[in-house]
């Protein structure tokens, strides 16, 4: 049941409705110009519908539409002016270098405007070969592929049009599967047989794959009029299950504890398989909502979570009753009704309208939102040595310009822009990020083309053949943003049975496939280690810096809520949200390095460190957070004032080691204490000792930071690009 379930979230995903969508925007023209009888003028068509959605990824609908236009407008420019001058060889060489380098150079503006680049550099390369695909002249040409464009533009738009909630739909889908991971490895940590310091990698890694879907998901909650100013139940539904997810995250990610000691003082006992059995099923629970708002179905709550809580207490009394001190395990418990309860409340949205109305009136939605500048300074100051996208821009021209030469003097096949196209799509900003979209297209290649050669050689009839293709077609474009290697597996045999249609040998394809893919594929490789490298080691700093900084906020408000002063529930989720950016900022980038030559990784283990470090810090903080805000005013004292002080001290001190960079912003440290009115009660309770606890290990875990960052030699390096 679970594994259907699985298939049935695949086909309501976003990623196989952008398959569909494309494999139909390409197929109807190719279809209806097949049927008038001129196949090639359907191709070239269908051409221009398949570059216009390489820009077509999850956004507002203005952010989309606004870069399908602008290539649109692109795509007949630079088709036009390709198929004049092809047969000239130094006008040609003159414009691939400055289309290349300037459409790699824009990928300054965001992900969007490196999309938009790399499709208008993707249209000239397949324009750069002399051949005659259904049009005489090249004005012709340029129309029909701008036809094509306009109509894939078209088709996208209207289908948002008609279905204005379900992008929004869909990504909030998998951003609570993400969260539901997330879950199932902290549930790990209760069970012996799995490595705790495998499982702590594996959760540092998915908090960075839930920042970057919780980032999509405010794209397309927030910057669109038609879900913010709905009053309708989907649309306020859509924000709400959003903000509340992101509360449960953070109450997952700040139920940080030593799981070491835990097992070592639990391991004969049943609490621990309990506890482990109990998140799993609240993760199924965050599972089962994923896929009802991806049916676009009401759901209905899997478990009832009374008798799972019922069963830790129990179990807990038992530990209690030989002698041990269990009041860890109590915390955990305390933590688990917590989470029940908010994805009980999640459920009851379902049903009850009146929240929908009142949730976030105050919270001003726009400030989430990271706004693009399109400033000319901001390319300006990127025309150095020192930017990473201006070496990238440097070495994309000149290797292109080498696979342009090798595609002249190499006679194999009128394919030969498919080295240009392998260059394009392997060849990244970043060494790591190079070598693995090499191997990726290498294996996927070899995999899909024989994967294509077995279906042409026992398929015979031509309506199988196109059965599969169609298959093969929509498989390719549903994987190739989700899972780029799946992607190319099912690409290549899509292409070999089109070529056949086409009245080209299969196996002539095939091997001009694979010689242009791997000499692309090694010029790609080579370059990136070779021509104006990108170290992640030498640019690390940075991001380090800036993720010192939003703990340091954090930690401000923490003390600005142990004052009693006033905050806003909009002021606090910005801080937080800053955490968890630059928290997956750094884990991105130590995840690139350490996949680079080992002699150009400095201070591997230094950092790996410092990752971990912060991340502890960030649960702790988000943790002391929550205490305090639901703390009674008698149980803050003096001495948590000065211990959170100490702390805040210390991380200046860290942060100041730090040399910033031309484009970081100043650390500014922040007086709280001038503004506070203490409260110089000492009596203690509980909840008092609680937070004492919990300011000294953050404390402790800030001394341990600066320890780190005083051993490491890249503080001491001052160009980032020697």
């Known amino acids: 049941m679970k594994q259907t379930q699985e298939i049935k979230s695949f086909l309501y995903s976003q990623y196989f409705a952008d398959g569909l969508r494309i494999a139909f925007g390409a197929l109807v023209p190719a279809l209806l110009f097949s049927y008038i009888g001129d196949i090639k003028i359907g191709t070239v068509v269908s051409l221009g519908a398949i570059i216009t959605s390489i820009v077509d990824t999850p956004g507002p609908t203005k952010d989309r539409r606004n870069a399908m236009l602008v290539l649109v407008g692109s795509i007949f420019l630079i088709s036009f002016i390709t198929k004049t001058i092809n047969q000239y060889e130094p006008a040609t ?19 969007r405007a490196a999309a938009l680049g790399t499709a208008s550099i993707l249209v000239m390369i397949l324009n750069i070969d002399d051949l005659k695909m259904g049009a005489d002249t090249p ?25 204005p909630f379900r992008l929004s739909q869909q990504a909030l889908a998998e951003s609570i599967q993400n969260t539901a991971t997330y879950l199932r490895l902290k549930a790990n940590f209760y069970d012996l047989k799995i490595d705790s310091e495998k499982n702590y990698q594996k959760l540092i890694d998915q908090q960075v794959i839930i920042h970057q879907h919780q980032d999509t998901v405010r794209e397309l909650l927030f910057k669109s009029k038609a879900i913010v100013k709905d009053t309708t139940q989907i649309g306020r539904l859509l924000v709400v299950i959003f903000t509340d997810m992101v509360d449960v995250f953070e109450k997952i990610m700040a139920t940080h504890y030593d799981y070491q000691a835990i097992r070592k003082n639990f391991n004969n006992t049943h609490a621990l398989r309990i506890i482990k059995l109990t998140l799993n099923r609240i993760a199924n629970e965050m599972d089962n909502l994923a896929y009802h708002i991806n049916a676009n179905k009401r759901p209905q709550q899997l478990y009832n979570f009374k008798s799972n809580i019922e069963n830790i207490k129990t179990a807990i009394d038992q530990i209690e009753a030989h002698g041990k001190n269990a009041v860890v395990l109590k915390k955990v418990l305390i933590n688990i009704r917590d989470l029940t309860d908010k994805i009980e409340n999640i459920y009851q949205h379902f049903t009850t309208k009146e929240r929908l109305l009142d949730k976030n009136d105050e919270t001003d939605l726009s400030k989430f939102l990271s706004h693009q500048s399109f400033n000319p300074k901001i390319l300006k100051d990127n025309i150095s040595l020192g930017s990473g996208t201006f070496r990238h821009a440097l070495r994309m021209v000149i290797v292109m310009l080498i696979a342009y030469g090798l595609s002249k003097f190499i006679p194999f096949g009128n394919h030969s822009y498919w080295i240009l196209m392998t260059v394009l799509v392997i060849l990244k900003p970043g060494f790591s ?104 080691s030498k640019n690390i700093q940075s991001t380090m810096r800036k993720l010192l900084i939003a703990n340091y906020n954090y930690l401000v408000k923490a003390l600005e809520y142990m004052a009693g002063i006033t905050i806003t529930q909009t002021e606090y989720k910005l801080v937080r949200k800053d955490v968890y950016v630059c928290m997956a900022n750094m884990t991105s980038t130590f995840q690139r390095m350490i996949t680079e030559p080992k002699s150009k990784q400095k201070n591997a283990n230094d950092l790996n460190k410092f990752l971990i470090y912060n991340h502890i810090l960030s649960s702790y903080s988000v943790a002391l957070v929550n205490v305090v805000i639901n703390a009674d005013e008698e149980s803050i004292i003096h001495e948590h004032i000065k211990l959170l002080k100490s702390v805040l001290l210390q991380l200046a001190r860290t942060i100041k080691q730090f040399k910033p960079s031309e484009t970081d912003d ?21 909840e008092t000792k609680l937070i004492t606890e919990q300011v000294l290990f953050i404390k402790k875990i800030t001394q341990d930071l600066n320890k780190v960052c005083e051993k490491m030699e890249l503080l001491k390096v001052d160009s980032p690009n020697s």
């Open 433 to 536: 990020l190079t070598k693995q979209r090499n191997y990726q297209r290498m294996v996927g290649t070899i995999i899909g083309g024989v994967a294509g050669v077995g279906v042409l050689l026992i398929v015979e009839e031509e309506v199988a053949r196109f059965a599969f293709l169609m298959v093969f077609m929509v498989l390719a474009y549903s994987f190739i943003r989700r899972n780029y290697i799946l992607g190319v597996m099912f690409l290549t045999p899509y292409l070999l049975i089109l070529y056949s249609f086409l009245g080209i040998g299969t196996i002539q394809i095939l091997q001009e496939r694979v010689v242009d893919t791997v000499i692309g594929s090694l010029l790609a490789f080579s370059s990136s280690y070779i021509i104006f490298p990108s170290w992640e």
């Open 666 to 686: 100043p650390f500014i440290e922040i007086d709280v204490l001038a503004k506070l009115t203490i409260n110089e009660n000492e009596i203690t309770n509980e």
């Open 93 to 111: 060489v003159f414009l691939l270098s400055i289309l290349c380098f300037s459409m790699c150079m824009i990928a300054v503006y965001g992900a």
């Open 139 to 163: 004005l012709a040409h340029a129309f029909l592929i701008t036809v094509g464009a306009a109509w894939y533009m078209l088709l996208s738009l209207t289908l948002t049009q008609f279905r």
